[in-house]
């Protein structure tokens, strides 16, 4: 590559992580423009940690960093100094990918996803070459024109995976891990420790085969779609209502660091809040000693005390995982507050304050076990906002008062029932404050079912489909 070709693939690569979520300015495209001269081409992997260097600011963005640069810095096409036997089955493939996981060669694991992907990633045009040299040729001139080859072909990843099957191996290369490595060991401790590598070694195998269909992928259709498409965003950028099993898994990990980190912010919001209004007459009367020039102003100083908050929850179909990962992170800062007290609702409404408060220690059932011991329907999971509101006001409208902050995160989505809105408009009579947190695009608001533009009419709502949003909502509405 030229120098004006590197300096144009940084500036693309700088361009892909701000659309992911991190925040690659001038001052870091030219740090990272400094380390690639610095450390050259020659060495890929040597590249990829000076750019790291450069633009990260924490350990969280380094897998979004990864996918991203593997679209960009790819590695060259047969330049590999790995070669494998090309198997004919993918029970010969599994036997080789067994022996490389034993003898932890990497470059011999990558290698053989490559191969997984050239003898079955492929479909449409893509499927009919000879591995890597045969579809490059598909590729490089699909790539150009943008012609239909390049709309109807590809490689993928899924396809591959789900005729290798890897997670078949598990038992063998447990048992041959064991064997190989866990001398001096036995029992429990060496099947936990051979499980383990086991484990990663197959994940590792599984990234391998998703980046390189990513790759070849990215060479046919375009680096810049690619990666917005393919490449997992950020765990706070991960929308609530597509957020996979994984990625779900993820988000709870997240709930105790960001909360300490919302606390943080909560309770210095709360000294800051402790200065009121001007004392007119006390600065009137310190001034005397200036003059009558108010050098120093006295403030009334307020004494707050901390807020009761409620949560009312739909917990109704991708909605409920919006809903559980809320109620995790308010129980995890309840500290902040002087009573919290949790509800859901599917078409009526049930306290759940005990389950939300048990459920800290197992977050991962916990919309499950909602659903199953709070009477939340009496027919079918399909949200009633109507009898939901209701049956809140009649059994729990006393828990709303001046001290009181309301949260209700739901997507607005009555499935034709009747909105009720003067259900709505008591609550925000009644409380304090009453926020809606709605995990759909605004754009989406008032569409189909969604009454969710009549709802924002009494209440202020808010879009809020990432922690990153949550988050940031949490510190600026809730109260001092």
Request: glycine letters at 10%; one cysteine or more.
């Amino acid at each position: 590559m030229t120098a004006h070709a590197v300096a144009g693939r940084l500036v693309e690569f700088a361009h892909a992580l701000r659309e992911h979520g991190i925040a690659v300015g001038t001052g870091e495209t030219v740090d990272a423009a400094a380390a690639a001269e610095a450390v050259g081409l020659a060495d890929r992997e040597r590249l990829r940690e000076a750019l790291a260097a450069s633009v990260l600011r924490g350990a969280a963005q380094r897998p979004v960093f990864d996918g991203v640069f593997d679209l960009y810095f790819p590695t060259a096409h047969g330049t590999s100094e790995t070669t494998v036997d090309e198997p004919a089955t993918p029970a010969q493939l599994r036997d080789q990918l067994l022996d490389a996981l034993v003898a932890g060669d990497d470059a011999r694991v990558r290698a053989l996803a490559a191969t997984g992907i050239d003898l079955f990633g492929g479909y449409g045009a893509a499927s009919g070459g000879q591995g890597g040299q045969g579809t490059q040729g598909t590729t490089g001139e699909a790539g150009g024109n943008g012609g239909s080859a390049a709309r109807l072909s590809g490689w993928s990843a899924y396809q591959t995976l789900s005729e290798v099957r890897p997670q078949a191996l598990r038992a063998r290369l447990r048992d041959a891990i064991r064997e190989a490595r866990t001398d001096g060991l036995d029992g429990e401790p060496a099947d936990a420790l051979a499980d383990r590598e086991a484990a990663a070694g197959i994940a590792a195998f599984t990234d391998h085969v998703r980046a390189e269909a990513r790759r070849r992928t990215a060479e046919l259709r375009g680096r810049d779609r690619i990666a917005r498409h393919a490449v997992a965003p950020q765990t706070d950028l991960v929308s609530f209502t597509s957020a996979t099993a994984e990625q779900f898994a993820e988000m709870r990990r997240a709930v105790q660091p960001l909360s300490r980190k919302l606390a943080t912010r909560l309770a210095a919001r709360r000294r800051r809040a402790t200065r009121g209004r001007i004392d007119l007459r006390r600065t009137v009367r310190r001034s005397l000693a200036t003059g009558g020039v108010p050098m120093r102003p006295v403030m009334r100083r307020r004494r707050p005390g901390r807020p009761e908050l409620v949560l009312l929850c739909d917990m109704s179909g991708s909605v409920a995982g919006f809903a559980q990962f809320t109620l995790l992170l308010t129980q995890a800062l309840s500290d902040q507050f002087s009573k919290v007290r949790s509800f859901a609702f599917v078409s009526r409404t049930d306290e759940i304050t005990e389950l939300v408060r048990a459920g800290r220690d197992e977050p991962e059932n916990l919309a499950d076990r909602i659903v199953a011991e709070a009477d939340l329907t009496q027919v079918g999971m399909s949200s009633d906002y109507d009898g939901a509101l209701q049956t809140f006001a009649d059994g729990w409208g006393d828990v709303l008062g001046p001290r009181t902050s309301v949260l209700i995160l739901g997507d607005g989505r009555t499935n034709g029932a009747p909105p009720n809105l003067p259900a709505l408009r008591a609550m925000a009579e009644r409380a304090r404050h009453v926020y809606w947190l709605n995990p759909e695009r605004e754009s989406s608001w008032g569409t189909g079912d969604s009454e969710a533009h009549r709802y924002a009419r009494e209440v202020p709502m808010f879009e809020c489909r990432t922690i990153r949003q949550l988050s940031r909502l949490v510190t600026r509405l809730l109260p001092d």
